[in-house]
C-alpha cells in the first residue's frame, strides 16, 4: 500500500522557519519525484519544490525561492521542506506528493499518482 504522510506544520511568527517532513512507503523511493504543493482558502493549489530521488535534483516556485530548501533521505523514505523566512502568505495546508521521476522536465503539468493528507502551516504577522 503507497502511503505518504506528512507532518511537521505548525504555527509560527513572520520571519520564522518549519520543517515540513514527508515520509513514503510502498514504492521505489527512488524512481520517484517527491512535490511539495500548498492550498491556501479559496487559493488555486500551488506547486512549491520537487525533488527527483534519484539524483536529488530540485525545483521551486519563484515564490519560495532563496527561501525554502528540499532535500531528501532516500535512507529513510522521507522528504524534507525547510521553510526559512515564512512570510503571511505562505500559509496554507502543505500536500505532499509523488510521481514518477521519468516527469520531472516537465514536473508541473505532471498528474501526481499519489498524495500524502495535508499539514497545516499558519505564519501569523
Known amino acids: 500500500e503507497v502511503q505518504l504522510q506528512a507532518s511537521g506544520g505548525g504555527l509560527v511568527q513572520a520571519g520564522g522557519s518549519l520543517r515540513l517532513s514527508c515520509a513514503a512507503s510502498?514504492?521505489?523511493?527512488?524512481?520517484?519525484?517527491i512535490g511539495w504543493f500548498r492550498q491556501a482558502p479559496g487559493k488555486e493549489r500551488e506547486g512549491v519544490s520537487y525533488i527527483r530521488n534519484g539524483d536529488g535534483s530540485t525545483k521551486y516556485a519563484d515564490s519560495v525561492k532563496g527561501r525554502f530548501t528540499i532535500s531528501s533521505d532516500n535512507a529513510k523514505n522521507t522528504v524534507y521542506l525547510q521553510m526559512n523566512g515564512l512570510k503571511p502568505e505562505d500559509t496554507a495546508v502543505y500536500y505532499c506528493a509523488a510521481v514518477l521521476g521519468r516527469f520531472f522536465d516537465i514536473i508541473e503539468y505532471a498528474s501526481f499518482d499519489y498524495w500524502g493528507q495535508g499539514t497545516q502551516v499558519t505564519v501569523s504577522s
Open positions: 510502498g514504492f521505489t523511493f527512488d524512481d520517484y519525484v
